[in-house]
């Protein structure tokens, strides 16, 4: 129990004892300082005029060459440099924006274009490289208006959702219908050293496994590839552009 002289001796005791600084008054002086002594710096720094940035190396382009693409029976010759892909050179030069660009990298099936009657990614090719070559992109499907028995089939079994991959969906699927009609074997085709009997589901998901759809639109996909094949139409895109070799329904 303390006494009223102790509680005075300890006063006395405070009175008499020189004052401890406070932990925040201490900060305070701390931080002051620093900033004293940080300010001549400070100074030069903005006295000191930053050197100039060195020029960035400017590469001189490459120049573009002219290159004649046949794309959907049509002639174009367009202005590329050697590094530009087949499908920029669809989309950005000769102005077919129907060929998608999904991942740009060889993984998503949405650049499939047909050349020469082989589907390829257009991603991955050299637009250079395919002079000479007849270039099918889904805008050469339709003949003077008319969709092609796969795009109705498309249409009819709701084989799509947002679409973006649709345009490289067809031009695999066209080349798929003659691939199988010209005996072609896929990895699950059981004896590949005789033509497939039969172009089953499992054909078709296999031949069709390129081609990523991201909406999931597989299954009726498949079914609208199997109807067009079931219903015996063609759906030639021997890769000439032209629609004389497609019969429509
Ligand atoms: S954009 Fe060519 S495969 Fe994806
Ligand atoms: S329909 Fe949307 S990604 Fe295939």
Known sequence: ??????HQDSGDALATTPPRPSRRRF???AAAAATVGAAPHLRAQTQTPIPAAPPAEVRSPVPGRPVTLTINGRAYTLQLEPRVTLLDALREYAGLMGTKKGCDRGQCGACTVIADGRRINSCLTLAVMHEGENITTVEGLASNGVLSPLQRAFIEHDAFQCGYCTPGQLCSATALLNEFRNGTAST???DVRSRPPQLSDDEIRERMSGNICRCGAYVNIVAAVRAVHEGGEQNVASGSGSSDNRHNA
Do not use: D, F, I, Y
């Open 1 to 6: 129990m303390s006494t009223k002289n102790e």
């Open 27 to 29: 900060l305070q002086s």
């Open 188 to 190: 699950v085709t059981a």
